[in-house]
Nanobody, 129 residues
Framework: QVQLVESGGGSVEIGGSLRLSCAAS????????MGWFRQAPGKEREGIAV????????FYANSVKGRFTISQDNTKNTVFLQMNSLKPEDTAMYYC??????????????????????WGQGTQVTVSS
């Protein structure tokens, strides 16, 4: 069973940057997909970035492409989300997720929450002046 530990959330000014981290443990297969999703109050969950850890291939939502970057460390067990040029609309609870496969994401080319079944507890990101 995979456990996910998130860190790095907090408050940041408009136009600023923040980096989130997610460490996965308890999985036996190194070929795993990990991703970031967010949800603001009254809004649906939005997939923002996914990485296939064996290949390093990444997928982004159009709303964050060019501003956010997902990456992994050398162990391929930790993923990061570098968020630049932050906007108030980026304010949300951010969740880390993991799955053995992410065929929906690969097929569609954008993050698909239905691929994922392990979820972290979330970390709040607030963007304001």
């Amino acid at each position: 069973q995979v456990q996910l530990v998130e860190s790095g959330g907090g408050s940041v000014e408009i136009g600023g940057s923040l980096r989130l981290s997610c460490a996965a443990s308890g999985h036996s297969n190194s070929k795993i997909c990990m991703g970031w999703f967010r949800q603001a109050p009254g809004k649906e969950r939005e997939g923002i970035a996914v990485i296939a850890t064996d290949s390093g291939r990444s997928f982004y939502a159009n709303s964050v492409k060019g501003r956010f970057t997902i990456s992994q460390d050398n162990t391929k067990n930790t993923v990061f989300l570098q968020m630049n040029s932050l906007k108030p609309e980026d304010t949300a609870m951010y969740y880390c997720a993991a799955a053995s496969f992410c065929l929906g994401t690969v097929t569609r080319g954008t993050p698909q929450g239905s691929d994922f079944y392990y979820w972290g507890q979330g970390t709040q990101v607030t963007v304001s002046s």
